[in-house]
C-alpha cells in the first residue's frame, strides 16, 4: 500500500497492510531544539518552513520528514504578511491575539492574560486578528496540489494549534475563565463565541485554499489534565460540545470528504461521548499514562466510533531505552490497532529529554512492529 492508501484505509475503519505513522501533525512535531539536533543528525540543510513563529513547535522541513520515514505529509495555514511576533529584552513573545508568552527549556510557556481584568464590553472592542487577512494561505493550494498529484504521501492540514476553548483561557486566565463559566456564563458565552468566529474564519480560509486536496483536517483543544477533564461531563456539553460541533459541522460543509483530528491531552474518558458528538473522527494523543486512558479499554469501547492517533507516551516510553519503547508500540498495536483503527505517533512533540535513538527510529521501529498479520 501507498502510504495514502494506507491512511485511508485506516480512515474508513478498515484493516491496512501496517499501522500508519505520522510525525508532524498536531503535537506530533518537535520542539524548535530537538528539531535542530534531529535535523543535524540526518545531514539535512535544506531551508525549514516557519509555521508558528509564537510557539515552541515552529519549524517543518519535508526532507526531513522523508529521513523520518513517516507516512504524512502537511500543509499550514501561515501567519498574515507582515507579521513578526514582538519580542522583547526578557525574550517574551507577544503573539497576534496580544497573549505574551516565553520560551522555557525549549517549551512556550504562557506571560500575561491580556484578558484578565476585562469586562463584557471590552470583548468587543478587543484588537482581534483577522482570519482573511492576506498571506495566511500563500502558497498552500500549490503545496497542497503539489502532495497531492505528485507525492503518494497521507495529506493533514491544520488552522490553528489551540482551539477556542484553550484561547479563551489564554487570553483570560484558566482561573477566571473556569470561574466565569460557572458564574458569570455572559462573559463567558460571548468570549468562547469570539473565539469561535475567528477560528471558523481561519478554516474557512485553509479550506477554501485546498480543502479538495485532503483527507485529515486537524483540530485541537485541551480539556484534560492527568487526573480527568478540566471541567466537568456536564459543563463540558453545555458550553465545549455545541460549539465544537458547529465548528466541524462548518468543516465538513467546507470539505465533505475529510476526516476531523482532534488533539486534546490528558484523561478525557469521561468526556469521550461529548467529544464523539461533536463530529470527531481521530482523536489524539491518547495520553496512556493519565487515568481512565486504558488504551484496551478505549477501543474495546470506542474503537467502533474513533481512529486513535498517539499512543506512544513521552512521559514513560520516549524517554526511556529502544527496547522499553518497543514494548510501548508493541501494546499500542495489540490494543489500539486491534482492528486496524490506528495511526501511530507520540503523546506529545519530540523533545530534547528523549534519547535521539528513540526519535530517529521511531518510524523504523513502528514499521518493524506495526504489521498486520
Keep these: 500500500m501507498t502510504p495514502r492508501e494506507r491512511v ?106 491580556p484578558l484578565e481584568d476585562a469586562e ?30 505528485h507525492t503518494d504521501y497521507a495529506i493533514a492540514s491544520r488552522a490553528v494549534s489551540h482551539g ?10 484558566m482561573e477566571n475563565m473556569l470561574v466565569d463559566m460557572l458564574v458569570d456564563k455572559e462573559f463567558a458565552n460571548r468570549l468562547l463565541d469570539k473565539t469561535l468566529e475567528i477560528q471558523m474564519g481561519l478554516y474557512d480560509v485553509l479550506l477554501t485554499a485546498c480543502g479538495e486536496y485532503i483527507q485529515i483536517v486537524e483540530t485541537g483543544d485541551d480539556y484534560g489534565t492527568q487526573r480527568g477533564p478540566i471541567i466537568s461531563p456536564e459543563l463540558f456539553n453545555e458550553m465545549i460540545v455545541p460549539r465544537r460541533k458547529k465548528l466541524n459541522d462548518f468543516i465538513k460543509s467546507k470539505a465533505p470528504r475529510v476526516k476531523i483530528f482532534h488533539h486534546t491531552c490528558g484523561s478525557v474518558y469521561k468526556i469521550l461521548d461529548g467529544i464523539i458528538a461533536t463530529g470527531v473522527d481521530i482523536l489524539n494523543p491518547i495520553q496512556p499514562s493519565a487515568d481512565d486512558m486504558d488504551t484496551f479499554r478505549l477501543q474495546k469501547e470506542f474503537g467502533n466510533k474513533l481512529i486513535f492517533h498517539g499512543g506512544i507516551d513521552e512521559q514513560t516510553a520516549l524517554i526511556g531505552s529502544l527496547e522499553t519503547l518497543k514494548q510501548e ?8 490497532g486491534k482492528e ?12 530534547d ?20 498479520v
Excluded at 120 to 142: F, K, L, N, Q, S
Excluded at 164 to 173: Q, S
Excluded at 340 to 351: C, D, E, K, Q, R
Design 120 to 149: 463584557i464590553v471590552d470583548i468587543d472592542t478587543y484588537p482581534w486578528p483577522d482570519p482573511y487577512a492576506p498571506g495566511r494561505a500563500r502558497g498552500m493550494r500549490e503545496r497542497a496540489e503539489y502532495l497531492y498529484y
Design 329 to 336: 508500540m508493541e501494546v499500542r498495536v495489540q490494543s489500539l
Design 8 to 113: 485511508q484505509c485506516i480512515l474508513e475503519h478498515r484493516r491496512p497492510d501496517r499501522v500508519a505513522i505520522d510525525i508532524g501533525s498536531t503535537a506530533s512535531g518537535m520542539t524548535n531544539p530537538t528539531f535542530r539536533r534531529v535535523k543535524e543528525y540526518f545531514q539535512v540543510e535544506s531551508e525549514d518552513l516557519v509555521i508558528r513563529p509564537d510557539e515552541s513547535s515552529a519549524l517543518y522541513n519535508d526532507e526531513l520528514m522523508e529521513k523520518m520515514g513517516g507516512d504524512f505529509r502537511h500543509v499550514f495555514l501561515l501567519p498574515p504578511d507582515g507579521y513578526e511576533p514582538v519580542y522583547d529584552e526578557e525574550g517574551v513573545i507577544t503573539n497576534e491575539f496580544g497573549i505574551k508568552k516565553k520560551l522555557v527549556n525549549g517549551l512556550s510557556q504562557g506571560h500575561s492574560s
Design 340 to 351: 486496524g483503527g490506528y495511526i501511530m505517533a507520540p503523546t506529545s512533540n519530540f523533545m
Design 164 to 173: 477556542f476553548f484553550e484561547l479563551a483561557w489564554e487570553l483570560r486566565g
Design 353 to 372: 529529554d528523549m534519547p535521539l535513538e528513540n526519535i530517529v527510529n521511531f518510524a523504523r521501529l513502528a514499521k518493524e512492529i506495526g504489521v498486520y
